[in-house]
C-alpha cells in the first residue's frame, strides 16, 4: 500500500486549495481515509475523515470550511479547503484505516503518507 498526498502550496488567506490523496494497493474502497496535519512545533491534529460504509466527520476547526470526498474508482480522497486561514499551515497527511468509528484518532490508521505542506499568508 502506498498513500500519495499532493495538492499543497502558498495561498492567501480566504483563497482556497484541494488535497489529493492517491492510493495504490487493493480494496480502497473499503477503507476509511483520514486527513491530519502537523502545524510547526504542534502535535498531528485530525483534520476529517471519510469512512468506508458511513458519513463524513470533521474536526471543530474546519467545520464549514473543508470538505472531504472520495473517488472509489480513481482511488482518491480529496480534501477541499475554503475560506483558508493562517491558523491552517501545517503538513496536511492522509491515512488509511480498516475501521469505521474513532476516526479522529491517529491510532486508528494503517497506512500514512508521506504529507503536503499548507502555507497560508495573511
Known amino acids: 500500500v502506498q498513500l500519495q498526498a499532493s495538492g499543497g502550496g502558498l495561498v492567501q488567506a480566504g483563497d482556497s486549495l484541494r488535497l489529493s490523496c492517491s492510493y495504490s494497493g487493493v480494496t480502497f474502497s473499503t477503507k476509511s481515509v483520514g486527513w491530519f496535519r502537523q502545524a510547526p512545533g504542534k502535535e498531528r491534529e485530525f483534520v476529517a475523515a471519510i469512512a468506508w460504509i458511513s458519513g463524513t466527520t470533521y474536526a471543530d476547526s474546519v467545520k464549514g470550511r473543508f470538505t472531504i470526498s472520495r473517488d472509489n474508482v480513481k482511488n482518491t480522497a480529496d480534501l477541499q479547503m475554503n475560506s483558508l486561514k493562517p491558523e491552517d499551515t501545517a503538513v496536511y497527511y492522509c491515512?488509511?484505516?480498516?475501521?469505521?468509528?474513532?476516526?479522529?484518532?491517529?491510532?486508528?490508521?494503517?497506512?500514512w503518507g508521506q504529507g503536503t505542506l499548507v502555507t497560508v499568508s495573511s
Open positions: 491515512a488509511t484505516s480498516r475501521l469505521v468509528h474513532d476516526m479522529y484518532r491517529s491510532s486508528n490508521y494503517d497506512f
